[in-house]
C-alpha cells in the first residue's frame, strides 16, 4: 500500500493540480515550473494542461519544455510573447484525472482517500478524510469528527502508517479501516 503524488481535488470538473507556473523566462513565451508531481519531470507527460481562468479551464498544449539551471521551464503552443505567458504566471496547472496512470490495487492517489469513512478495527466511525498533511517522516490523515461523536473529538490527526495503522483501505466501500483509539 502506498500513496502516489500531491494530488488534489479542485473544482467541479474534477481536475487534478499537478503544478504551478512560475515567472516568464526570456523574451519567447517560456515560462518557469513548479512541479508537485514525484519526479518533477512527469508532469510534461500529461496532456492538455488546464488553467482555470475566470471560473473556466482553459486547456493548453506543451510545445517544448527543457531544465533550466535547477529549474524546469515550458514554452505552450501559441504562446510567442513574454506579455502573453506573464499572464498565466502563479495559475495552478491542472490535468484531467483521466490522463493519469492506473495505480495498482493497493497504490492509491491521494485525492482518493478525500471523503472517505474512517473507521477502527472494533467498528467505530471517526469520521472523513478532509486533508492529508504531510510531515516529514510520514503523512497524516486529518479527519472530521461526525457532529455526535462520542468522544468529543471536532478533528483527528491519523499517521498513514501502513500495518502499524492503516489496516485497510477499500475503494469501493469508500472507507478506511484503522488501528486508533478514539479517544486520541
Known amino acids: ?3 502516489k ?3 488534489t481535488m479542485s473544482g467541479q470538473n474534477e481536475k487534478v493540480v499537478v503544478g504551478k507556473f512560475g515567472a516568464t523566462y526570456g523574451i519567447r513565451g517560456w515560462l518557469k515550473v513548479f512541479s508537485y508531481t514525484d519526479n518533477a ?3 510534461f507527460s500529461y496532456s492538455p494542461w488546464y488553467v482555470k481562468h475566470k471560473g473556466e479551464w482553459v486547456e493548453y498544449n506543451i510545445e517544448s ?3 533550466h539551471n535547477k529549474g524546469l521551464v515550458v514554452k505552450l503552443d501559441g504562446m510567442d510573447v513574454r506579455e502573453d505567458a506573464n499572464l498565466l504566471t502563479n495559475f495552478e496547472i491542472a490535468i484531467d484525472p483521466g490522463s493519469l496512470p492506473e495505480l495498482s490495487e493497493d497504490e492509491f492517489y491521494w485525492r482518493e482517500l478525500f471523503g472517505m469513512q ?3 478495527t472494533n467498528g467505530y466511525n471517526l469520521g472523513e478524510v478532509t486533508d492529508i498533511m504531510e510531515t516529514g517522516s510520514n503523512d497524516v490523515l486529518v479527519v472530521k469528527a461526525n457532529l455526535k461523536d462520542a468522544f468529543g473529538q471536532k478533528e483527528r490527526l491519523i499517521p498513514f502508517l501502513e500495518e502499524q495503522v492503516i489496516k485497510q483501505v477499500d ?3 469508500q472507507r478506511i479501516e484503522v488501528d486508533w483509539d478514539p479517544g486520541f
Request: proline share 0%; no cysteine; charged share 40%.
Open 65 to 67: 519544455w527543457k531544465r
Open 118 to 120: 474512517v473507521v477502527t
Open 5 to 7: 503524488g500531491k494530488e
Open 1 to 3: 500500500m502506498s500513496m
Open 41 to 43: 519531470e512527469s508532469i
Open 171 to 173: 475503494r469501493e466501500a
